[in-house]
């Protein structure tokens, strides 16, 4: 990962996001780990087993989503109305759509670009296009949400 | 009687030998109620046909073979065959080899007996025997009588033999042995003349040309397939028909076949074989009931079918028009004799098509075999498609209205050989018919078949309106023939659909995304789903739902928003949704309904709307968003201008572009420069992205124009100004014109007005300009501005409160009609004038420029970027 890439595109938000990345990275990851691009697949994804704290639960809408930048991948967190938590990669895999400005629901969010369909606990498309990567995520504590790639 | 146990052609697949068969052959008086040998039933099918082997086969299917011991007698020596296709024998364009349906093999790997070439004489219900030509006498648990249609030869002098025999040069339509016998004859003749002028008629006169035959076509009513098409459409036929050299003589009465003595040492016709005339000579011509005489060499008699009931009347069954069968499709007299194909009458019917066929034999197996004793075959509604003599033609139902208040549409082009029309009665199809171009059979048969609702514009019936894909119906079009153009779907993926089980129109859109980008492929996506269901399309019920995630259509599920004060999507799913659980793609439509009702007092749920209205802008394919300011009317300034030139440079704005409703679009904005954007512009939001009013586009008007009758462009900014970014289930695009040149395109606009001389408007609605194109139609022409306005407002309310969720006008006028919205919002027939502008008018109140957000975000991190490590923009800098 590149620090100039993401401070030139990262809003203040998603520069925290990179920050508590990047000390994660240094905890956890294994050198030369970034060299992935783009998001990762249900079966691809780089995994590490790391444990990452992104920031505040506070600072997702309720029923909405907000983008991380972890560990070099992308990643997209879900506050559900029912309660629960859901990271899943932030790139749609059929035409790289930002799935955080997804409508969702407690099973699913639709790209806004083109509407595939994916399920949020599976990352499995309902319409056809490749799976997502689904990442465990947790809030720790402190109200810290906490994301394991 | 002498009863004997008979030897198969073919061996059965048991391998019992003759020896084995005839010890075990008893008296069937004797052993009739008994269960033979190995436990099976013993099913007797007299009729080697299409219906009688159907039904064989359907019992097979349902694991009849160890339940039934099965004989087949057919008249005719060989398998089944497709009669149908003999007139592409004739015709040369199939083999007999490949209108074989079923051959020996199939007989004896199945296990059946064919005894083929044997006439069934005789039928002894009491005996439970049938016998044959040849003396001898088959025992039956069960039987199934088959046997189908002769021709019929009509009582013309001349035509036929004290015993029935053809003379020499006449022939039947109806076996492969007359095929082959005219086929034989035909060579080295130079006329002939087809008795009949149906569809085997026609088929028959098209095959003999093949010969190099001057064919004539003697039809004694007035009208080519008189039993399908009225007079104007026979008279279409007709036209084409003698385009292909064919001479027809319509209301022709033959009085008499003219004979010549036959000639010895024909050597063109072998002996015993039909068209030799068995010495009662030769045909040479025909007498009219008129006196004039048409010398031909060969006739053909294809005047109609008349079912084969004789076995029945020997059995002593119930014979009207065929042998009377009860809805398992068994004769009304005996439980143990079942009827199938075009000698079965069935509630007054008998059916001459395969489709109806096919049906019953269905029924008659799922019966017989016990698999469901409940089947019941209720009659078929019966629709033909198919090319008479080159001409495509498709007939169902009624050729014309019987009821004084039955409605027609007829469509009438007779220089390009088209025909068209339609019979409804209450508000459904009950008869069709399509000559030339049958594109639209496929959704007419549905709508045929199963009573479906019809359009309002009755014209869609008859032609696809508006459609790129329109000439090119859903059977005829290729495999990979792409049917959406937005999401690449070809024909072959949905009927894969289909064919995979999908039998649900929203079903097969969701799974293939055909239909799903722009839309306006979604009638031919329905076709084609209906055509590969083959009318086996299953009713949606979320069709007519608002919402799909929650069970009601528009109305009621206003209706109880109010009445439960939903004021909130979570509160709508939690109150009306199954299980209340929520629904993502329900979320959008909700939201819209929501402030529709509630105006000011709803309350917004940020993750309710889509992301273009959480951020107002549009989201482009990189991420980045378009920003396209309030210009009312078109109309700016340079002082604008100028923000506008100095915001695109200080953000690097990938592309400045000039929009067809006559703003300016800053594109490729990142997300969190929105708010900053908009702070710089010093602009209202153009609303350039929702669900939503967006524009007004107008011309110069009367200030500069010499042609201007009206001040298009005061009226247009006034329109805009006041109703702009109101929430509507579709965009809404107006325009005002200052003359009727109409070069703001007032015509296919949402809403367009048209100044008119002497101070006037026209007001037209409905109209489109996109994917879809369509006039509008004219609401009302008023005498001022301030009446335009009313009416706009009043319009669009109405529409707001009674479109389906993406609906657009150009839909809605046409749906709810121009006259009811008319009576609405011109005359105020229901009284809900005053209701409907005021509530407009709440929330015109209501209405806040969203981007004024720019100084208090609406939810944290509302413009924060959704893709941290993309640089953005993606796009090509211009």
Same mark, same amino acid.
């Given at each position: 990962m590149s620090a100039t890439d993401t401070t030139t595109s990262a809003t203040m938000d998603a520069a925290i996001a990179t920050t508590s990345a990047m000390r994660a990275e240094t905890t956890g990851a294994g050198p030369g780990s970034g060299a992935r691009a783009g998001a990762g697949t249900a079966s691809g994804a780089r995994r590490t087993g790391a444990v990452h704290r992104l920031g505040p639960v506070a600072e997702i809408p309720v029923g909405e989503a907000r983008a991380y930048a972890v560990d070099g991948q992308q990643i997209a967190v879900f506050r559900l109305r029912g309660g629960g938590l859901r990271a899943v990669d932030a790139v749609c895999p059929h035409a790289g759509g930002p799935l955080a400005d997804g409508q969702s629901d407690d099973a699913v969010v639709i790209c806004p670009l083109h509407a595939h369909v994916f399920d949020l606990s599976t990352g499995e498309s309902a319409s056809g296009a490749e799976p997502l990567g689904c990442y465990p995520v947790g809030l720790a504590a402190d109200g810290t949400l906490e994301v394991t790639v | 009687m002498t009863i004997t146990e008979n030897t198969p052609i073919t061996p059965s697949r048991t391998g019992t030998s003759p020896a084995a068969k005839a010890i075990s052959a008893v008296p069937a008086q004797r052993e009739h109620r008994q269960t033979p040998a190995g436990g099976r039933q013993r099913l007797v099918v007299v009729g080697n046909g299409m219906a009688g082997i159907r039904a064989v086969e359907e019992i097979l299917a349902r694991g009849g073979a160890d339940l039934f011991e099965v004989t087949v007698f057919g008249d005719e020596p060989y398998g089944n065959y497709n009669r149908i296709l003999l007139s592409n024998v004739l015709a040369g364009a199939d083999t007999e080899d490949e209108i074989f349906l079923n051959t020996p093999e199939w007989y004896t790997d199945n296990g059946i007996r064919l005894r083929a070439g044997t006439r069934v004489t005789g039928l002894d219900r009491y005996a439970r025997v049938v016998a044959t030509e040849d003396g001898t006498v088959t025992p039956y648990d069960k039987l199934i009588i088959a046997t189908g249609s002769r021709s019929f030869i009509p009582p013309i002098k001349g035509l036929t033999g004290p015993d029935g025999q053809l003379p020499g040069g006449v022939f039947a339509f109806r076996t492969i042995d007359d095929c082959r016998s005219m086929i034989a004859f035909a060579g080295g003749r130079r006329t002939a003349a087809v008795i009949g002028g149906g569809l085997l008629g026609l088929e028959a006169a098209r095959g003999l040309q093949t010969y190099g035959l001057e064919v004539h076509v003697i039809d004694a009513a007035p009208t080519l397939m008189n039993q399908q098409l009225c007079a104007e459409a026979g008279g279409i036929l007709r036209r084409g028909v003698e385009e292909l050299g064919i001479t027809v003589h319509p209301g022709a009465r033959t009085a008499q076949v003219l004979l010549a003595a036959d000639e010895t040492g024909d050597g063109e016709t072998d002996g015993g +074989?039909? #068209?030799?005339g068995g010495g009662l000579g030769r045909a040479v011509g025909l007498e009219f009931a008129d006196g004039t005489r048409l010398d031909v060499d060969m006739i053909v008699v294809a005047a109609g079918i008349r079912p084969n009931v004789d076995v029945g009347l020997r059995g002593g069954l119930t014979v009207e028009r065929g042998i009377v069968t009860d809805d398992q499709m068994r004769s009304v007299d005996d439980p143990d004799v079942y009827v199938v194909g075009e000698c079965a009458q069935h509630r007054g019917q008998v059916y001459g098509l395969v489709a109806p066929l096919w049906e019953q034999a269905t029924v008659l197996a799922e019966h017989i075999t016990g698999v469901n004793p409940d089947a019941a075959y209720h009659g078929s509604k019966t629709a033909t498609k198919l090319k008479v003599a080159g001409v495509a033609v498709a007939a169902m139902g009624l050729k014309d209205a019987e009821h004084p208040d039955d409605e027609v549409v007829r469509f009438v082009e007779p220089r390009q050989g088209v025909y068209k029309s339609v019979v409804i009665r209450d508000g459904k199809l009950v008869g069709a018919t399509l000559l030339g171009d049958t594109a639209k059979s496929a959704s007419l048969i549905q709508a045929f078949d199963h009573g479906l609702p019809l359009p309002e514009e009755r014209l869609k019936l008859l032609f696809d309106i508006g459609l790129p894909a329109a000439e090119v119906g859903a059977a005829e079009m290729a495999d990979e023939a792409q049917v959406c153009n937005c999401n690449g779907v070809s024909k072959g993926k949905i009927v894969a659909c289909v064919k995979g089980g999908m039998k649900t129109v929203p079903g097969v859109m969701n799974a293939t995304r055909a239909g799903k980008g722009c839309g306006s492929c979604k009638t031919l996506v329905k076709e084609i789903v209906e055509w590969a269901a083959d009318g086996d399309v299953e009713d949606d019920p979320s069709a007519n739902w608002y919402v799909p995630g929650v069970p009601m259509d528009k109305p009621t599920l206003m209706a109880a928003v109010r009445e439960q004060e939903l004021r909130s999507v979570s509160a709508v799913f939690a109150a009306l949704a199954p299980d209340g659980r929520e629904d993502a793609a329900s979320k959008m439509a909700l939201t819209s309904l929501l402030r529709i009702v509630w105006g000011g007092d709803f309350v917004d749920e940020r993750d309710g709307r889509f992301i273009n209205d959480r951020v107002h802008a549009n989201i482009q394919k990189d991420g980045t968003f378009s920003v396209v300011p309030m210009i009312a009317g078109g109309v700016t300034s340079p002082d604008e201008l100028r923000r506008i030139a100095d915001v695109a440079e200080k953000y690097s704005v990938p592309m400045v572009k000039i929009t067809g409703g006559q703003r300016i679009d800053l594109l490729g904005v990142r997300k969190e420069d929105l708010p900053k954007v908009w702070a710089d512009l010093d602009m209202p939001s #153009?609303? +350039?992205? #929702?669900k939503s009013f967006r524009t007004v586009k107008t011309c110069v008007g009367k200030d500069f124009c010499r042609f201007g009758v009206g001040d298009s462009t005061a009226l247009g900014v006034a329109i805009e100004q006041r109703y702009h970014g109101l929430e509507s289930p579709g965009k809404l695009k107006l325009a005002v014109n200052g003359c009727p040149r109409n070069c703001a395109e007032g015509l296919i606009k949402d809403v367009g007005v048209v100044a008119i001389d002497g101070g006037r408007w026209e007001i037209y609605i409905g109209g489109a300009g996109g994917a879809h194109v369509r006039k509008g139609d004219l609401l009302a022409t008023v005498d001022s501005p301030e009446e335009v306005m009313t009416l706009t407002g009043r319009f669009l309310q109405y529409y707001r409160e009674n479109g389906k969720w993406l609906e657009r006008t150009y839909t809605f006028v046409p749906r709810v009609g121009i006259e009811k919205i008319r009576a609405v919002v011109v005359d105020d027939t229901e009284g809900i004038a005053a209701d409907l502008d005021a509530r407009i008018q709440e929330s015109i109140d209501a209405y806040r420029d969203p981007w004024l957000e720019r100084d208090e975000p609406a939810t944290p991190g509302q413009f924060r970027a959704s893709l941290p490590l993309v640089s953005l923009p993606r796009v090509p800098v211009r």
């Open positions: - | +074989a039909a #068209g030799d #153009g609303h +350039a992205y #929702g």
